[in-house]
């Protein structure tokens, strides 16, 4: 069983960036889709990026757009620049063998439990 495994979170100004990585031990990891979504306090969970196991299709929310990189070797990456109070959230990993809509958290199977993201004023 896939267990994704979130690190890189901080407290950063806005303007500033963060790179957030995602790895799990299990091997079949690479042939994951891989996602990161985010939470804020009283708000939804929602979709930021993805990207499929060959690392050949990648989908990124509106929102972040031009500001955000995902990319992946052996684990997983999220490079966050520009980053904005409205970043601030606790950003999460998941992965799913079959995923046919990528902004879908119903689609990934396994998570991880999460890495703070604070973006400063």
């Known amino acids: 069983q896939v267990q994704p495994v979130e690190s890189g979170g901080g407290l950063v100004q806005a303007g500033g960036s963060l790179r957030l990585s995602c790895a799990a031990s299990d091997r079949t990891f690479s042939s994951y889709t891989v996602g990161w979504f985010r939470q804020a306090p009283r708000k939804e969970r929602e979709f930021v990026a993805a990207?499929?196991?060959?690392?050949g299709t990648k989908y990124y929310a509106d929102s972040v757009k031009g500001r955000f990189t995902i990319s992946r070797d052996n684990a997983v990456y999220l490079q966050m620049n520009s980053l904005k109070p409205e970043d601030t959230a606790v950003y999460y990993c998941?992965?799913?063998?079959?995923?046919?809509?990528?902004?879908?958290?119903?689609?990934?199977?396994?998570w991880g439990q999460g890495t703070q993201v604070t973006v400063s004023s």
């Open positions: 990207i499929s196991w060959s690392g």
């Open positions: 998941a992965a799913g063998q079959i995923v046919e809509s990528y902004p879908n958290h119903y689609e990934y199977a396994y």
